[in-house]
C-alpha cells in the first residue's frame, strides 16, 4: 500500500509527544502506527486539546473538500483538492471563512505532506477534531487518498440560503439520504459562523458550542426572536438564544416535512444520532475514493471525552410551548426547562493566528 516507503523514516523522524494518554482502540494496524505522534502533535498544537475554533473548522474542512463531486459536473470528493487547488476553492462564496481554517492547518500539513496527501491530512484532521469534542463519536479513518487531480468545480458545497430541496438534491446526488443530512447537521453543535454576519465572528449555532450534544436541535426549533448580530445577513434567521446566530438552512431543514422527524427525533436522542453521524462523517470522507484501495486506520483516533450530565431541556424562560412543532408524526416531548436567568451565549474565541506548526513536538 502507498506511503510505506515515507512510513518509518517518520517514525523515527518524530520523537513521540508525552502527554496523557488518550484512550484508542487496541487493534493498530501496523501500517497506521506512524500515524500516532501526528495525531498527538495535531491534538496538542493545533487544537490545543480543545473542542474549540480550530476544531471546529478541521470539522467544516471535511465536509467542504468531500462534496466536492457530482455524478454530472464531476470533482475529486475527498481528496484534498481544497489544500492544493486553494486559490480556485477559496473564491467559491459558499468556501467563506475557510481561508482561516487553511492557515491553522496549513503548516501542520506542510509538516507532514512527505506522509500525509492532502486528501488524508484534511479527513485525518477532522477525524481528530472530534476527538476533542465531548459527547462526539470516535470515526473511523481510511488511510491511502492519492494526490488530487483538479479543483472542485463551483457551486457543489450548499449555501446557507438554499432551499431545502436544493440540500437534499445536492446531497442525494452523492448517495446522502435525507435522513442522513440531518445527521450530519449535528456538526453544527459544534459550530459557529465567522462570515455570515461578519460584525460577529465566531458567534456559535447553539448554547453549547464546545460539546456534541443535541441542543442544536432543540434551539433550531424554538420560535425565533432576535438577530445577534445586525440581522438581514443572507443565509441567516431569527435565533431564540440571545448569542447565537441560527442558519436558514438548518432551520429550514428542522421544518420540512421529509427532514422535521428526523431533527426532533434526534433533539432527545443523542446516542442516535452520534451513532448515526459517526457513519455517515466516515462516508463522506470516502467520496470519489476507493475504499479496497485504503488502510483502515480507525484504532489511531482517541476516543472522545463522555458527554456529562447532559439532560434534553429547555433554555430557561421558554418551554414547549415555544417550540415550532414540525414533525407531524408525533409531538415535540416535553422537557425540563434550565434555571436561571435567559442565557447570552458568549462567542467562540477564535484560534490564534500566529500558529507556527507545534515545532516542540
Ligand atoms: C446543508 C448543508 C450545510 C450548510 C448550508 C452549512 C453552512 C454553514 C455555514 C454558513 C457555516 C458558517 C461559516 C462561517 O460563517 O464561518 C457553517 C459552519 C460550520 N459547518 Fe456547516 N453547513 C452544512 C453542512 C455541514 C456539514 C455536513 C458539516 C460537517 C460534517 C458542517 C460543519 C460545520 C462546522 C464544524 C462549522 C463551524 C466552522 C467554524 O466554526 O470554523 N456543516 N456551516
Redesign the pocket.
Known amino acids: 500500500m502507498v506511503f510505506k516507503k515515507a512510513l518509518s523514516a517518520l517514525v523515527f523522524a518524530l520523537p513521540l509527544v508525552l502527554g496523557l494518554p488518550r484512550p484508542r482502540a487496541a487493534d493498530l494496524d501496523p501500517r497506521c502506527a506512524f500515524l500516532l505522534p501526528i495525531a498527538d502533535n495535531l491534538l496538542d498544537e493545533l487544537f490545543d486539546n480543545e473542542c474549540g ?8 474542512l ?3 473538500d468531500a ?1 466536492g463531486i457530482s455524478p454530472t459536473v464531476g470533482g475529486g470528493g475527498a481528496d484534498g483538492s481544497i489544500f492544493t487547488f486553494n486559490e480556485t476553492e477559496l473564491a467559491f462564496p ?1 468556501n ?3 481561508d ?2 487553511l492557515d491553522d492547518l496549513g503548516p501542520f500539513f506542510q509538516k507532514f505532506s512527505h506522509v500525509l496527501t492532502p486528501g488524508d491530512f484534511i479527513q485525518f484532521a ?1 477525524a481528530l ?1 472530534l476527538s476533542t469534542c465531548p459527547g462526539a463519536p470516535r470515526v473511523q479513518f481510511a488511510l491511502g487518498r492519492p494526490p488530487p487531480k483538479a479543483a472542485s468545480p463551483p457551486d457543489l ?6 432551499t431545502a430541496t436544493s ?1 437534499l438534491t ?2 442525494a446526488s452523492v448517495g446522502f439520504s435525507p435522513q442522513e ?1 440531518i445527521a ?5 453543535s ?9 460584525t460577529i ?2 458567534t ?2 447553539d448554547s453549547t ?1 464546545s460539546v456534541y450534544d443535541t441542543n442544536i436541535f432543540i434551539d433550531v426549533l424554538l420560535k425565533g426572536f432576535l438577530f445577534p448580530g445586525t440581522g438581514n445577513n443572507q ?1 441567516e434567521v431569527m435565533s431564540a438564544i440571545n448569542g447565537t ?1 441560527r ?4 432551520s429550514e ?1 428542522a421544518r420540512d416535512p421529509r427532514t422535521a422527524c428526523f431533527w426532533q427525533e434526534f433533539a432527545t436522542n443523542h446516542a442516535a444520532v452520534q451513532q448515526q ?1 459517526g457513519a ?2 466516515f462516508k ?1 470522507s470516502l467520496l470519489g475514493q476507493n475504499p479496497r484501495n485504503m488502510i483502515d486506520c480507525s484504532a489511531v483516533i482517541p476516543q472522545p471525552p463522555a458527554l456529562k450530565n447532559f439532560v434534553p431541556s429547555f433554555p430557561p424562560g421558554q418551554s414547549h410551548a415555544d417550540v415550532e412543532q414540525s414533525c407531524a408524526a408525533a409531538p415535540f416531548p416535553n422537557l425540563p426547562i434550565q434555571p436561571g436567568p435567559p442565557l447570552d451565549v458568549p462567542p ?1 474565541p477564535q484560534a490564534e493566528d500566529d500558529d507556527d506548526g507545534g515545532d516542540d513536538s
Open positions: 475554533d480550530a476544531a471546529h473548522g478541521a470539522l467544516r471535511i465536509f467542504h462534496i459558499a467563506d471563512g475557510l482561516d481554517v477532522g477534531s458545497v450548499p449555501e446557507p440560503f438554499d440540500i445536492r446531497f443530512v450530519l447537521l449535528s456538526s453544527h459544534i459550530a459557529g459562523a465567522d462570515t455570515v454576519d461578519p465572528p465566531g456559535p449555532f458550542p443565509g446566530l442558519l436558514q438552512s438548518d431543514l453521524f455517515a462523517v463522506l467562540i
